[in-house]
Structure formats: C-alpha cells, structure tokens
C-alpha cells in the first residue's frame, strides 16, 4: 500500500508539516518527526509545508497486485445499529449480476458491534460470503474505526471490485480506502458493467454538469472503487434459502481517532419521497408559492407526495428532501404527474425508473413529453384544479 516517506537525511524536526497535519498523523518523538500510518489521509499537504522537501508519498504499490488472486466483488453492507441501509440490498443486486457475467464471487462486508444476524440477510441478498469484523468500537459510526478496520480486512485479500452507496458515510469511508490503496474511486455511478475477460468495471457517471455521460475505466489498478446513489440500482428477491460462508476477521482497535462523538442527535424520521408509489410534481411552470396549494391538496386527495423540481428548492418554494434529479431523490413512483416541469437531463435522471408518467406543459415541445405515457399541453394550474374537482367528487 501507499504511504507516506520522511527523509531522516534532510528531515530537522523544524515541525511545519505537524502544524499543518489535518488528522494529526505527524508528531514530534523524541527529537524526531513520526508517522501514525492508521491516521494519514495522503493528502499531501505536510509535502508542501517541508521547507527541506524531506517528506514524499511512496506511490510505489509495498505488493503488486495479480490479477488472477484479486478476490471478487465486494459491496461495503452499511447499516446503522442493525438497520441496513437500502442502497446495500441495492449494490448486492449489482453485485450479483457483475459477479455472474465474470463468473467471480460476492462478498459482502460487514463491519458492526453485534449484527452478524445481518450476514444471514446479505447472503439471501445475493452475496455468497460475508466477511465479518465485529468490535465494540465498530458499533458508533465512527469512520476513522471502520477505515482501520477495512485496513485490517485487506491486509489479507484485495478485491477486484469494491462498491460502496453514495451515503454520507459511504461518501466518507470510499475516498480513504482509494487513497490507502492508491487506486481509483468513481463517484455517483448510474451505470456499472463488467468485461468478462479483462474484469474491467465500465463506471459510467453524469459529466459536465449532467450535460453527457461519461464512463470511467481503472484498467491499471485494484479495486475497482465506486459509489452509487440510492434507488439507482435494483434489489433481487432475498432468496432465505440461499447459503454462504461467513468469514471473521479480527479487529484490535488501536488507533486514536481525530473524531469524538459526543452525542447523537437523531433528527424525526420523514417518510422518503423515494418510496412514494404517487408523486405529483411542481416545476417553474406553476408560477408562484401559493399554487403549491394546489399540488399539495392533489398529492392529498390521491394518497401520494409532492416532488419538485430543482429551481423550486432554490427559491425556497420547497424543501431539499422534495427535490427530485441527479442532485436530488431518485424516484420509482407508480403514477407521477408533473406540473410545469421542462424536463431537463438532470431531473429526467431522477425519474427514470416511474412507471407512468401524466406531464402537464403549455410547450409541445417540452423535452418531459419525451419520457411521458400521457401528455396534457395546457395551463397546469386549470389542469390541477379540474383534476383536484373532479377526483374530490369522485371520493364524495
Ligand atoms: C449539476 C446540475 C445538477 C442539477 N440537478 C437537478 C436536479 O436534481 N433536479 C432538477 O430538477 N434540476 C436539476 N438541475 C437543474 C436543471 O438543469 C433544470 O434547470 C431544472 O430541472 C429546470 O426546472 P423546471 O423544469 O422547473 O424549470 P424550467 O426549465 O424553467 O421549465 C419550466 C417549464 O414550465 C412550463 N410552463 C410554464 N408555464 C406553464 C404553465 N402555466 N403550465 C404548464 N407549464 C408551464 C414551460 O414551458 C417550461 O417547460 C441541475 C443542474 C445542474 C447544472
């Protein structure tokens, strides 16, 4: 693995690159500059501060990977006090296809306090082998912890695929662990392939601002690493059946974490726009806040939630949870009816996967009537308002 390379020749312990340390991997032993390895995120910045240019990054790799011994896909099974977090089922459904087509295995890696009941989900899931490392210390969502602890786990075996969801921690862990394995990281991934001869991973992602797709290759280096996003991958059936071997690996817990948490605050619990089966949507085009009313008392009388378009959360029409699009939720609702909403790339991203779309746009043009089932060219707030009479005197 890479690793950061002090000089002792030219190295005088003048402690610039300890000031400018951000997670304290540098400090004075003795009269010495020392490394704590387990803390060093490479980012460089003590190789800038060295006035003696005594401090480098040893880029050369301590083993070099065969190919042939890299050890299948692996999906990193985030979950919070024993509740797995979707996106995980969601990678494993990935998983299980890219590890069929290069006839590979599917381990899933679960790093946690007590929850080896949650190996025996991941195997139903798709994985063929969970690797489990369980210490008290692993329970807090402390990512230092579980960076050190996926450290410890692939100091034995590397895979060759390594996917992890584009949570906060998921957006967290990935980018340590592609720096300590000086390989590549695919952010926000929409799309994953696989070549069955070279297991090369196709990592295709929103470029340019959404504007073009562009697909990302690592052919030189192992793993493969890439984060996706909830709800962009599908889940498979759990399959209770299926069996699968379970692998511990032991965890000491010895590093000194820069972070303390000092309390947990867990903010109320909102139902997710991206389990709504009913979504009506609001886009520029309905004009002004007060005709959010009108989308609202619709979603109400059908059952569903309101979606927006981003613009709307911009001005503050609504809220960040409500957007919809390749910044916002990516939905997979049954019945969606959109209000004044062009349809740009980026909020065609999000709804990609909606069973039947009713668009609402005075332009015939629009881009929405592309991806729609039924297009309604007219005044979106005439059409809500004939909609809301009509389905409020069908209910009566
Ligand atoms: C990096 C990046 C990420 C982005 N992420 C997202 C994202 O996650 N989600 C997202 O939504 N956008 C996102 N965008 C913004 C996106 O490019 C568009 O600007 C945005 O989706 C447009 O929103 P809109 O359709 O509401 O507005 P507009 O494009 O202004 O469209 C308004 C529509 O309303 C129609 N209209 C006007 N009056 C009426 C009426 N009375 N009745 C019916 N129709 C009417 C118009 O014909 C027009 O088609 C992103 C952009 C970038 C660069």
């Not at 979950?79 to 299980?96: D, I, Q």
């Not at 584009?166 to 590549?184: D, E, K, V």
């Not at 696989?194 to 992602?205: A, F, H, I, K, P």
């Amino acid at each position: 693995m890479a690793g950061l390379k002090i000089d002792y020749s030219t190295c005088d312990a003048c402690g610039n690159c300890i000031n400018t340390c951000p997670v304290k991997a540098l400090y004075k032993r003795g009269n010495k500059v020392a490394l704590e390895e387990n803390n060093c995120i490479l980012c460089g910045g003590c190789i800038d501060s060295c006035p003696y240019e005594a401090i480098s990054i040893n880029k050369k790799r301590t083993k070099t990977i065969n190919r042939e011994k890299t050890s299948g896909i692996w999906v990193y099974a985030e979950h919070k006090k024993g509740v797995m977090h979707p996106v995980v089922y969601e990678l494993l459904g990935k998983g299980r296809e890219l590890a069929d087509k290069s006839k590979h295995k599917l381990t899933a890696v679960l790093i946690d306090g007590e929850s080896s009941h949650l190996a025996k989900e991941l195997i139903a899931y798709g994985a063929d082998r969970v690797i489990l490392c369980s210490h008290v210390l692993l329970e807090s969502q402390q990512d230092e912890y579980h960076f050190d602890a996926m450290t410890t786990i692939l100091e034995e075996e590397i895979p060759s695929i390594f996917l992890f969801g584009a949570t906060s921690f998921g957006r967290s862990l990935a980018p340590r662990m592609a720096a300590r394995l000086q390989t590549g990281l695919t952010a926000d991934c929409t799309r994953l392939e696989v070549d069955d001869v070279s297991g090369n991973l196709y990592q295709t992602r929103p470029a340019f601002g959404g504007n073009l797709m562009a697909t990302i290759l690592c052919p030189d280096q192992r793993p493969q690493m890439a984060t996706v996003r909830s709800g962009i991958m599908h889940a498979k059936e759990p399959d209770y059946y299926r069996e699968g071997m379970i692998k511990r690996v032991n965890y000491k817990g010895k590093i000194k974490p820069n972070i303390e948490i000092i309390n947990e605050i867990i903010g109320e619990k909102k139902e997710s726009i991206g389990d709504a089966s009913v979504i009506i949507s609001a886009g520029r085009g309905i004009g002004s806040q007060k005709n959010m009313k009108l989308v609202r008392k619709l979603a109400d009388v059908l059952g569903g939630q309101v979606g927006v378009s981003r613009p709307l959360v911009d001005i503050g029409w609504s809220e960040y949870p409500h957007q919809i699009g390749q910044t916002g939720a990516v939905v997979r609702p049954q019945l969606m009816i959109t209000c004044g909403i062009s349809g740009a790339i980026q909020h065609l991203a999000g709804i990609a996967d909606a069973k039947t779309i009713i668009a609402i746009n005075t332009d015939p043009e629009a881009p929405i009537f592309s991806v729609a089932n039924y297009k309604i060219i007219d005044d979106c707030i005439e059409v809500l308002k004939m909609l809301i009479d009509s389905m409020e005197k069908k209910q009566s």
